[in-house]
C-alpha cells in the first residue's frame, strides 16, 4: 500500500470518526422514541434541521456567540419535538399503529416545505468554534471545530446518560420502555415520561443538527433528510432500541462515510453507506445490539 494512500486513510478515519458523533445523536433520538412509544418518528431529522434554523434566525436578529447559537438550536429543536408529539402521536389511536408513522411522515413534508419557504432554499453561513485551529500527530492533523464537535456530542452523550440512570425521570422512563401497563399502574403518568422523551430527543437532534452545521460552516435545507436517512441508517446497524448500539452505529457509518469518500469521491459515497445498510439488513437485521425478545 502506498504510504501517501494510508496516512490519507488514516486521516479520513480520524474525521469520520469525529463526524459520526453527530449520527450518534441522531440515532440516539431515534432509539429513545422507539425505545419509550415502540413508533418511529420520521420527522425527527425535520425537527432537528427546523431548530437549527431557530438558533441561525437567533443570531440573525441578536450578535450572540456561537455557544449560544448552539444552545438556542437545541432548545428550539426541543420545543418542535414537542409539537411533532403533539400533532403526530399523542392523539393518535393506538389501535392504528401506522396512523403515528403517516403522520410524521406528513409532519416531515411539512417542516421541510416551511424551512425551504422561510429561507428561500439557499443556504447560509452557520458559526463554529476553532475553525482555525488544529492539532498535528504527525502526518495526521485534526481540525479544531472537529474536535470541538466531536467535544459537545460525547458531553450530550454523557449528560443523556446521567439522565437516564440517575435520576428518576430516567427511572420513569426506562419503567414505561419495559412495561409501559405496569409503569402506568405504579402511577407514572406515561403521557409526560412520552412528551420529555420527544423534548429530549429533539434537544439532541438539535445538538446533532447544529454540531453538522458547524462542522460544514453552512445551513441548507438539504440536511434535513440526510439527518433522517443517516440516522435510519445508525440504528439498524446498531439496533433499533439499543443506545450503545447508536452509538457504535454512527461512528461507523460516520468513518464509512469518510472512507468511501476518499475511495470513490463525494458523488458516489451514500451510494456504498446505503450498501452498508442493505448488507446488515441481510446479514443481521437486529443490528450489533439489537434485541430480539419482545414485550412481556
Known amino acids: 500500500m502506498d504510504y501517501y494512500f494510508f496516512i490519507d486513510l488514516i486521516q479520513s478515519l480520524v474525521d469520520g470518526l469525529l463526524f459520526g458523533t453527530t449520527y450518534a445523536l441522531i440515532g440516539i433520538g431515534f432509539t429513545l422514541i422507539f425505545g419509550v412509544m415502540r413508533k418511529l418518528n420520521l420527522a425527527y431529522g425535520a425537527a432537528a434541521l427546523a431548530g437549527t434554523y431557530v438558533g441561525l434566525a437567533a443570531a440573525f436578529v441578536t450578535p450572540l456567540p456561537p455557544i449560544l447559537v448552539f444552545f438556542v438550536s437545541a432548545l428550539g429543536s426541543g420545543i418542535i419535538g414537542y409539537i411533532v408529539y403533539l400533532g403526530c402521536f399523542r392523539y393518535t389511536p393506538s389501535s392504528h399503529p401506522m396512523a403515528a408513522l403517516l403522520a410524521s411522515v406528513g409532519m416531515l413534508l411539512f417542516i421541510d416545505e416551511l424551512v425551504i419557504h422561510l429561507s428561500h432554499g439557499m443556504p ?173
Open 124 to 296: 447560509y453561513p452557520y458559526p463554529s468554534v476553532l475553525r482555525n485551529a488544529e492539532i498535528t500527530l504527525g502526518e495526521i492533523w485534526i481540525r479544531g471545530d472537529m474536535l470541538f464537535v466531536f467535544g459537545i456530542c460525547v458531553l450530550a452523550m454523557v449528560i443523556l446518560y446521567w439522565l437516564l440512570y440517575r435520576t428518576s425521570l430516567g427511572l420513569a422512563t426506562r419503567a414505561v420502555s419495559q412495561q409501559p401497563r405496569a409503569a402506568q399502574l405504579c402511577g407514572i403518568p406515561t403521557g409526560q415520561v412520552n412528551a420529555l422523551t420527544f423534548v429530549i430527543s429533539g434537544v439532541l437532534g438539535g445538538t446533532a443538527g447544529a454540531m453538522t452545521a458547524a462542522a460544514v460552516g453552512v445551513l441548507s435545507p438539504i440536511i434535513a433528510m440526510s439527518l433522517t436517512t443517516k440516522g435510519l441508517i445508525v440504528v439498524v446497524i446498531g439496533g433499533l432500541g439499543s443506545i450503545p448500539g447508536a452509538i457504535i452505529g454512527g461512528l461507523m457509518v460516520g468513518a464509512a462515510e469518510n472512507v468511501f469518500q476518499l475511495l470513490r469521491g463525494v458523488t458516489e459515497r451514500d451510494i456504498y453507506v446505503m450498501l452498508l445498510l442493505f448488507i446488515f439488513l441481510t446479514l443481521r437485521p437486529g443490528g450489533l445490539f439489537g434485541n430480539t425478545e419482545g414485550r412481556d
